[in-house]
């Protein structure tokens, strides 16, 4: 022991590797005695061989004799014939003992140990890898002692995160991967992507020309690790997940990068001493079926790469688009992480891209080119900022999908059609308070025509006279309590007892104008021929006001005539036009509904006395 501590130099590091190979062999015992491992009692054996010869070395004893001497007191119980088929393993140690000292044999003892215990779940892996890592460089006993207390708090079961990444659909493995990249000082993304006919496993490969390379490599298996780009509003990443989600669907995949690289096969991973000059590089192999290869490819022609970086497909450009729009300055929520890391919920002014659906396309939003949720709208929305997502990545909150269908909506409103401005998106848009008054009035319209006003229950003739002059008279229920607040406020549809006011009483008051030499000829006439019609006179007043949308209005024996809606040629001579507007007006003395019965017999019989009367005293008919 003393001449082989001289020969190594530094006594303490061999303190230091006897003390984690003690550790490692009370966690293995325990696994025995207590966790129930017997399901792989092979693996277990080896692993108690590997750590009874390394301390064996160590310390200078024979490996066999420790290994007989220790092995019935730490394993009790176990079949004799895997003992005996696992003391052959010391053979392998003794061959380390013509090494040039103790530290190499116990570091290659550790290596073993290292990768028998990762596959037991041992705590005392922990251990183990420090060792290996250091390379036996630790000052002193002191943290190693403190190791077999250190347990994983979480564990990850590759198997089940798979199965649970199946629901995002393989197309996403594609999606992290670019946009990552896309997240780099790159020029220029290559994407390959194949599957031979029949093969259960697809090849897939993304490299990019950024100088630096990855930054740090140890972020592909470093789960949630703190990034950088949590603080960058333009970068898309903030969770740090992407390409662990990534590589747990990967049969095998391996990352190189201008740092080095790393490998991983099975549930092993292995570091690589490749390193590139400039850029990163992502290979790896994915169990997918044919559809599921078709449907990849497909996502990938969604992208919409930024300008000035060349995204290449299977050796194809992913052509740039052009927007049909662009908003700019529109403050939206975001993430940042504030100054101790943490992601806190801002606003910003940001930029957003519009973008017509190319043929069998879906409406999508987009976080900077990736498209992230599925909206079903008209058109592609291409936010230029972290979207608050979800961990998943697939949906936002309804408010800011709200804010921005409503930006876009005041966009866009000329381009909608009639089928359009029934959409879902568009009356979430029309219900929200930021709205404008042009988005308001062009989807109204598109609705129920150029003619509208809105029903008037305090002036039920109205809606009839106004359906009668061909409008279309919207009720309650056409439209939601939020949309018809909008409508209010921006005055796109009035009531219809405002432009049929059928209650003179109850309008305002009107001014009385004395009328001209010809106009009160044409008012005698009228006033003759009512006589005739109902039987006796009436009261005819002229008055002028231009808010008012009426030519007449009649009840209570008064007949009001605005002279700046019927024009001066009414009053020039007594003709069919004067007369038609007399019967109409007259016809309610008998009803009020111009829909009704009763009003259509009402004109009918007075059409019929006129005729009469005027048959036997044509002079009713003169001036």
Known sequence: MTSEREECGDGRRVDAGLELLNIARDDIKEAVHHNGLYGNEFDILALLVTVYCGRALAIGEDPQRALEEYW???????????????????????RQRGRRDSRTAVNSTATVAMRKLRASGSAGAVAITEIHQRDLGIPDAGPCLMAKRRYCVFEVDRTGLRMLLERKGKEFALYELVQNSWDQNVKEVKVTFTKPPGGRLATLKVEDDDPDGFADP?????????????????QRGRFN???KLVIAICEESRIVTTKGGVEFVGNERRTLRQRLNRG???????????PEFEECCEAMRRLIP?????????GELVPHREPIAVIEHIPLRTEIADAEGYLRPTTRHTEIRIYELLQGETGTLYEMGIPVVETGDDYHVDVQQKVPLNSDR?????SYLRTIRTAVLNETHSKIDQEAANHVWVRQAMEDPDVSEGAVCTVIRKRFGEKVVSFDPSDLEANNRAVANGFTVVHGRSLSKAEWENVRRTGAVPSAGSLFRTNPGEAKPVIALEPAPNEQRIVNAMNRLAQVIIGRSISITLFSDMADPAEARYGGGSLLLNKVRLGREFFDELNERVVDLLLHELGHECASNHLSDDYYQALSSSGARLAFAVAKDPSLLLP
């Open 306 to 314: 930024p300008v000035g970086v060349n995204t290449y497909f299977n």
């Open 72 to 94: 019935p007191h730490d394993a009790p119980g176990i079949r004799a014939n895997d003992c005996a088929t696992a003391r052959r393993r010391p053979a392998l140690f003794h």
């Open 218 to 234: 140890r972020h592909a298996y470093t789960l949630f690790a703190s990034s950088p780009k949590k603080s960058n509003p333009r």
């Open 280 to 290: 990163s590089v992502f290979e790896g192999s994915i169990r997918l079926t044919r």
């Open 241 to 243: 997940i992407g390409e």
């Open 394 to 398: 697939d949906n936002v909150p309804p």
